[in-house]
């Protein structure tokens, strides 16, 4: 009797394998820490963008007279503009026709500049100048800069080489 009270209890009793392991509970994540701005720190201004040069428009009349030249040419100049120079310092030319002058070029704020036409025959010779009656000339007033009225009359010159720097 012995023997079965001592089978019994061992009946009783669950083996290794039908034991049921604890399960390990896996910690939660914690989220992520957002870090604040700190309020006493302003950020720093963007620079400003640097002014545009200004754009400046010319509007008169070029007159060819009697002149009949294969090409003039509007142009401002650094220096003085004489219908004996040889040669230019030219900050800007553009090619234009007799009749009404409208033309717009950009150039930085305050710069000085001297306005006057040649005109050139089919050879490329300077055949006829004009230089504009209120030279110099300062472009100022940002953003759009206009210089109104100029009379540009081209005299008839002895044929020679146009001058230089055009």
Do not use: W, Y
């Amino acid at each position: 009797m012995k023997r079965l009270v001592l089978l019994a209890a061992l009946s009783a009793c669950p083996s290794e394998e039908k034991v049921a392991k604890p399960i390990a509970a896996s910690p939660v994540p914690k989220p992520a820490a957002v870090e604040a701005p700190d309020a006493a720190v302003a950020p720093e201004p963007e620079p400003a963008p640097a002014p545009a040069d200004p754009e400046v428009k010319f509007t008169g009349t070029i007159d060819a007279g009697k002149l009949k030249p294969a090409r003039i040419v509007f142009l401002v100049t650094r220096d003085a503009c004489t219908e004996k120079s040889d040669a230019l310092d030219v900050m800007e030319q553009m090619d234009v026709s007799a009749g009404e002058l409208f033309t717009e070029m950009t150039f930085p704020e305050g710069t000085v500049g001297h306005l006057c036409a040649v005109a050139l025959d089919a050879k490329g010779q300077q055949v006829g100048f004009a230089a504009h009656e209120k030279n110099p000339v300062t472009f100022q007033g940002g953003g759009q800069v206009e210089v109104k009225d100029v009379s540009l009359k081209l005299k008839s010159v002895k044929a020679r080489p146009a001058p230089k720097g055009m």
